[in-house]
């Protein structure tokens, strides 16, 4: 927005279009016998007149004060900018309306006193990179243009909060809910990192929570910065922002940052040596599970971190709404929840049944398998093995499956009881063998057949 010259409040109403001359005289009359006369002072009668324009619901308190400092432009293109979103690192967000269409959209603007060369090489650049994106979880780029010396780029607009506004008025998030809102941020990621960009600015600010559940992300700071980033900011990788996304999930589930006292090179500093406060210290019902994820996410070395945002989204899975997913997402995560719940219950009958047999009732462990129930004659030893750990590798759906995704074997009772197993037919002994092939190697096989499609549908 262009400075005006020291023009009164009610000129500057007139000259920018916002308030008719009809609305104008309202306003005055109004002020009038709100406080009996408006003063002849023009400073304080125009800070008299845009409160009471304000509250009439002629202006909102942005455009107020851009009348009091003089501006009388607020049309970009053919866009009517009617309020202030925010101010990023290159330039300033507004919301705007256009013209003829009376479409809401936001604009982020290149001011021109900040217009350098260089600036402006890479605010075009950003402007043909986001109109080469095209995901539901990424702001789309609409339109751009240059209207006198200000260049703009027109965006989709949002409505709702942003994440760090979101935390502060809902407090730390649960689990479900967090993950379920960075799986999203994830999902666009992916999609950015696979055609080569790195988004380098992932924090809570730029992640958008709107009204209908809808999570899209749109830009680091020093509370975000990976360890990698801050040593070589020359050599952009997808890592820097897996690193800030679980930083931006620690925010979400403590309602703070990891590192938030000190200056910038303290904090700086912070990421590179410590490791910040378990986020159970201010949010205790986050499981253990969770805990680690948001772990492997902030760690220094970036060869610990998931490789990739998709691996993310898999991580969180167990606590991710599957309705926000894509298709083959949902499906992957839907399977192996049924086969963990599975695995869950089996083990919990197991420890029943072993406690039974524990007060002599000699029942058989239902679902073992063949070595649990001894059955393996011969079973060869393995280097630093028994025989026992030998015959669960010979009859583990893993040891059969080679590539198959590690699947928790059934253990041995604690137990060192000894007892004799009843007479069973082979198809009794066989029973837990194809139960085990239903609920863990068929999922697996149809989980990686969905991932091939997905893939080649890409």
């Excluded at 979101?166 to 649960?174: A, F």
């Excluded at 986050?286 to 805990?291: E, G, W």
Aim: with cysteine; proline share 8%.
């Amino acid at each position: 927005m262009a400075e005006g010259s020291k023009l009164s409040f009610e000129e500057c109403a007139r000259l920018s279009g916002l308030l008719s001359p009809e609305q104008l005289a309202e306003v005055i009359e109004a002020a009038r016998a709100r406080w009996e006369d408006l003063p002849e002072d023009p400073v304080l009668r125009g800070e008299r007149l845009a409160e009471q324009a304000v509250a009439m619901g002629l202006l909102n308190p942005w455009q107020a004060r851009q009348l009091l400092e003089g501006r009388t432009k607020f049309t970009l293109g053919s866009y009517r900018v009617v309020d202030s979103l925010g101010r990023g690192g290159v330039g300033q967000v507004f919301k705007a309306v256009h013209e003829l269409l009376g479409r809401e959209v936001a604009i982020k603007v290149l001011p021109r006193e900040r217009a350098t060369a260089e600036r402006v090489e890479q605010f075009l650049r950003e402007i043909r990179l986001l109109a080469s994106l095209d995901h539901p979880h990424l702001v789309q780029a609409l339109d751009a243009g240059k209207d006198g010396g200000v260049y703009y780029l027109v965006l989709e607009y949002v409505p709702g909060l942003d994440l760090r506004k979101y935390v502060q008025i809902s407090g730390p998030l649960t689990p479900e809910e967090a993950a379920t809102i960075i799986a999203q941020v994830a999902l666009g990621l992916d999609y950015a990192h696979r055609r080569g960009l790195v988004h380098r600015d992932v924090k809570p600010g730029n992640v958008l929570v709107t009204s209908e559940g809808r999570k899209i992300k749109i830009m680091g700071t020093a509370d975000y910065l990976a360890p990698d980033q801050i040593q070589a900011p020359w050599d952009p990788r997808p890592t820097w922002d897996i690193y800030s996304l679980g930083c931006t999930l620690y925010y979400a589930v403590t309602g703070r940052v990891p590192f938030p006292e000190g200056t910038t090179e303290e904090k700086i500093r912070a990421h590179l040596e410590k490791d910040p406060p378990d986020p159970r210290e201010f949010n205790p019902r986050l499981p253990d599970d969770f805990v680690t994820v948001v772990r492997q996410m902030m760690a220094k070395d970036p060869g610990a971190r998931p490789a990739t945002a998709h691996e993310v989204v898999l991580r969180l899975g167990p606590w991710v709404d599957p309705a926000v997913l894509p298709g083959e997402y949902a499906l992957f995560i839907g399977l192996e929840r049924q086969a963990r719940l599975s695995f869950r219950q089996d083990r919990t009958s197991h420890q029943g049944v072993a406690a039974d047999r524990e007060a002599g009732k000699g029942a058989p462990l239902p679902g073992a398998t063949l070595a649990e129930r001894g059955e393996i004659a011969g079973a060869p030893e393995l280097p630093g093995g028994s025989r026992e750990e030998a015959a669960s590798v010979a009859t583990s759906p893993v040891a059969k499956t080679p590539g198959a995704a590690p699947v928790p074997t059934l253990r041995r009772s604690p137990s060192s009881v000894e007892f004799s197993q009843p007479e069973e037919s082979a198809d009794e002994a066989l029973a837990p063998f194809f139960a085990l092939l239903l609920f863990v190697v068929l999922p697996l096989v149809l989980i990686s057949l969905a991932l091939v499609l997905a893939s080649l549908g890409r």
